[in-house]
């Protein structure tokens, strides 16, 4: 009890700290990004708890995940496990991490035209890559183009091992055609982190090509997503989309 009245008594709520040391007040005179995690994330929560600010309970978040990945990938019930997060507050940090990944996908979204490997891979990595790097399965989707190469939709397709027998060209064609869509992007994750294209990846690649060119669907690119922000593997990029004779 007496460590506890202690623990009290050294706690003094963030709006009694100095104005230059209160996360709202800095945030307003130095501008959001130069602001520390922990600072930020106070921001979020707002309140603390008996004896805790908000700027303690963020910085035992930080050291709990060491990283903003690390906590965008916590489940809300793993946040609750935290002392002084419930799950109002668990709900707050997920929405703000949600709507931070919704800002890159507008850059995406404002898109006109893909051109060249290098703009399939930022597409790519701006719509699916912020969802998919972190995933422990592997799913591949396929983003539609028009005839102008510019994207109009993102299908995603299977999850599990990627082959011919979860893969179906029939079904790629048929969502293309369903759409009016003139070319597609194949895209999958590698849970492993390894961006590297197994036999299987570029057996189903080709097959997928072959049977599109039948019909006049041009594939375009084959990415690959890895663990890394910059881990991506393009197909078009290292001379991998031509089609394989019999």
């Known amino acids: ?17 100095a ?7 800095m945030l307003a005179a130095l501008g959001a990004e130069n602001m520390p995690s922990t600072k930020l994330l106070a921001i979020l929560l707002r309140t603390g708890t008996m004896g805790k600010s908000a700027e303690d309970i963020a910085r035992r978040i ?11 990938q916590a ?18 940090i997920k929405a703000a991490l949600e709507l931070g990944k919704r ?8 898109v006109s035209k893909i051109q060249s490997p290098d703009e ?6 701006d719509k699916i890559g912020i969802y998919h790097r972190d995933i422990k399965k592997e799913i591949f989707s396929m983003i539609l183009l028009n005839i102008k190469n510019k ?12 082959d011919t027998s979860l893969v179906d060209p029939r079904d790629i064609i048929k969502i293309a055609t369903q759409h009016s869509a003139s070319a597609v992007i194949l895209v999958h994750n590698h849970p492993s982190g390894d961006t590297s294209p197994s036999k299987d990846d570029m057996y189903t690649t080709h097959t997928i ?16 997503i890895g663990s890394e922000t910059a881990d991506y593997y393009s197909f078009a990029k290292n001379g991998l989309m031509q089609t394989r004779q019999p």
């Open 103 to 110: 800002l890159t996908m507008e850059r995406a979204n404002s």
């Open 209 to 224: 090509i072959k049977a599109c060119s039948l019909v006049n669907l041009r594939v375009l690119d084959h990415i690959i």
């Open 1 to 17: 009890m007496k460590n506890q009245s202690k623990e009290k008594e050294k706690h003094v709520s963030i709006k009694y700290w």
């Open 75 to 92: 489940t809300i019930d793993e946040l609750c496990t935290i002392d002084g997060i419930g799950q109002a507050k668990a709900i707050q």
């Open 151 to 162: 994207p109009i939709k993102t299908v995603h397709l299977t999850s599990g091992t990627i």
């Open 120 to 125: 399939v891979v930022s597409y790519v990595a």
């Open 19 to 25: 104005k230059d040391e209160r996360p709202r007040e």
């Open 62 to 72: 930080m050291n709990k995940f060491q990283s903003i990945r690390a906590l965008d």
